[in-house]
């Protein structure tokens, strides 16, 4: 029986990289995105190449009835999910507290949650019926506090997060459904380019700071993801799992 892996926001960054460890691994996976249907599709043929098989379904994770047709097209298409990683990554509006208005602030928190929520709770049925399941929710080390300036709407949902994470893990693990949460340090990705241009140095500072020397790529990110949101993890659960290469140590 070949498993089953959803991944929103797959079509770049961490999803993209975390689709071909799953494609490494055997596994079909459903390639959600957003707008970019090119760079979907690029990664499916990735996932197949790395040996598995894919499909792009494209979605905005915030609204139930596209988490919905995500889903749905994964039970269509390969019959089941076995494993659903929540990595949309939702829009950063950087702004100190002083100057962040609520709706902003509140737009942010509320969109981070709405991208787990809707497509958790439609996955779970499934999961339950085959009394297997993997969670993989990807947060931040911003959650832990402010890794960098004006980040603090960015921080507060992920908090949030990692908190809805635990719950689940609670809830679920009489059903035999695993949750757990990957939290990145700074990756190099296209969310972070614009990032690292306005934090000059940045990088310079966590190769410089960190005892592994560099900055992160997906993949690095990917394979924990891939570990977490697979066989490989069978009594782990409700967990947050730092990978930053160790930068807290320089602290
Ligand atoms: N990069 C970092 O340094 C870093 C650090 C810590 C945590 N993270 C977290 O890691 C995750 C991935 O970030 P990334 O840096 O890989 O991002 P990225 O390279 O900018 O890619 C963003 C992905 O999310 C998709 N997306 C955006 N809005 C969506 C929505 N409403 N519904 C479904 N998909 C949506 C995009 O689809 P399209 O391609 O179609 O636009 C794209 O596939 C995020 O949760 C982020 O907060 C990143």
Redesign the pocket.
Known sequence: MTKVAVI?????????AAAVEFGRRGYAVVV??????D??DAVVEAVEQAGGKGIAV?????MRD?AAGLINAAVEHFGRVDTLVC??????KRAAFADLPWDDFAAKVT?ELA?SYHVTQLALPIMREQRYGRLVY?????AEGPGAPDMIG?GTA?AALNTFARYIAHEEGPHRIIANVV??????????AA?ATALRGIEARITEHSPLRRV?D?VD?GRVIAMFGSEDCSYATGVVVPVNGGIMLAH
């Open positions: 929103t926001g797959a079509s770049r960054g961490i999803g993209a959600n995105y957003h707008s970019r249907k760079a979907a494209p979605g905005d994770m915030r596209e990595n949309a990554a939702i829009q950063v969109d991208a990807v947060s931040s080390g911003m960015h992920k939290a990145p340090g700074y990756v190099r990705t296209d969310a972070t990032a992160a997906p990110i």
